[in-house]
């Protein structure tokens, strides 16, 4: 890794790699001498880097005076420090990654009056999505959180499946179009040696825990159910709470199937998302069926030409994105922060140009993005070092979706966004899922503030059960008695009084 990031530096001097000078609506230097405020960050694990050394943060701190003494943390370890933080009451100035803010709001900042005040470019998004406004504001009036990430379609679906067609014409088999000749694929990539090196080295299904776009919670939906983080969806008006559905104890039996006999990655439990990566940049192609956001995410480039999104089955669901997209509590501001302004102002200022939001989002322009001679930018891959990933270049020259960013339309007005092939291939496997995304879905915003924080508290006591639950029943399988037992457990945790609340701000919402 240390000798990829040598070249994706090295590369990125080679080009020459500057950010131009930046027309902004927005007053700066924010201080006349350089000030240091303490962020706690959500470390992206693809990235070979910290922050301090990425030229966006080195940017941003000439053109502001903010210093950023940054606290990275795993994303495996985030909630438990962010809790600490907020338990102990030593808070850093601004969370970048997720903060539960119907719970901690009391130790938040509320900022819409400096949002109206000073941010500019905030309040033009707000302009261009009214419903963006609605969502981050509390019923007690207050914004306390401003979003992150990048509200398009190309991430309305997370993960998908995408299949080797090499392999599939090697073993003498369609495209799959039902639950058993999936499995009767995998099965034939697990014994067959499709990629033809004599090992029985095949990975016939590769996902992984350690990335949310490969859970393979996401095939849940092939038995008429869904999971999400709220384990919750929405039909005919009504929420219902998806672990005690039928459907979801038929889904966890077939998972198991596919560990017990070698059809899913082994590790899948076990592994962090570097080793996760690593599993395709192997000279010799090893994944039959990958899920993941898009296949050169992971895989090793002259094999991305290989695969092909599979569709969901038919009668199968399929979550995607709730609208607005992005995550509305990215980046916060604690209340201890001395100079709530000035935070507002950075994210703002990072929200001004295209120019300095690609340099966040990709790093500088001439690596991995580019203008073209028609005023319009596109996304590229032919500079990603051998053994490397888009991905990884992105998550190291830049920071990726999780940073003081909010990438939407405006960006891909008069000087849009041209997709690379890539993402045109992601756009077109989208459609696909999405015709088999839930007709009614929850919409993303805050309800009653001490019903949103008790519903909260809920959701910690149900992950804390379902998590291992889910693992076991992959791992060792599930019986029925077990099911039932588990129904019983279930009642134990108010899942009565989590889906009413979920409920009440449905009602409220549509």
Known sequence: MKKVLSLIVALCLMLGCTVSALAIDVDLPIFEEKETF????????????????????????????????????????????????????????????????????????????????????????????????????????????????????????????????????????????????????????????????????????????????????????????????????????KVIFTPAEDGYFQALQWLHLLYSEGLLNQDYYTEDNTQFLAKGQNEVCTAGVLLEWYIDNIMYGPYVSQYAPIEPFEGSLWNKSRLPQGSLNGFVISSSCRDVAAMVRYYDYVNSDLDILNLWNYGPEGVIWRYLDDGRWEVFTD???????????????????????????RWRGPQAEKYADRITAKVAANELYLKHTPVENMPAGYGDIEETAERNLLLIDIDQYLDPFFADAVVNGITEEAWQQHLKVLDTLSIDEYIGYWQTFYDQHT
């Open 38 to 237: 303490t962020w706690m960050i959500a470390k992206e694990s693809l990235s070979q880097n910290t922050w301090p050394e990425k030229e966006c943060v080195q940017f941003t701190e000439e053109k502001t005076n903010i210093h950023l003494e940054c606290i990275e943390i795993a994303s495996s370890g985030w909630d438990e420090k962010v809790n600490l933080a907020f338990t102990s009451g030593d808070l850093p100035d601004c969370f970048v990654g997720g903060v539960d803010v119907a719970i901690n709001y009391e130790s938040l900042a509320a900022i819409e009056g400096i949002i109206d005040e000073c941010a500019p470019n905030i309040l033009r998004t707000f302009e261009d999505l009214p419903e963006l406004r609605g969502a981050l504001t509390l019923p007690d009036g207050h914004i306390y959180s401003l979003p992150t990430g990048d509200a398009d379609v190309k991430n309305m679906i997370n993960g998908e499946l995408w299949i080797n067609t090499t392999w599939l014409e090697k073993v003498g088999k369609e495209m799959p179009t039902t639950v058993d000749e999936f499995v009767d694929v995998l099965r034939a990539f697990r014994d067959e040696d499709p990629n033809g090196n004599g090992q029985k080295d095949e990975i016939p299904l590769l996902a992984s825990g350690a990335s949310s776009a490969a859970y393979i919670r996401q095939m849940m939906g092939f038995f008429g159910t869904l999971d999400n983080s709220n384990h919750i969806r929405v039909e005919d008006g």
């Open 383 to 409: 500079n990603v070092p051998e053994g490397s990933s888009s991905s990884q270049v992105r998550r190291t020259l830049g920071v990726g979706p999780t940073c003081p960013m909010y990438a939407y339309s």
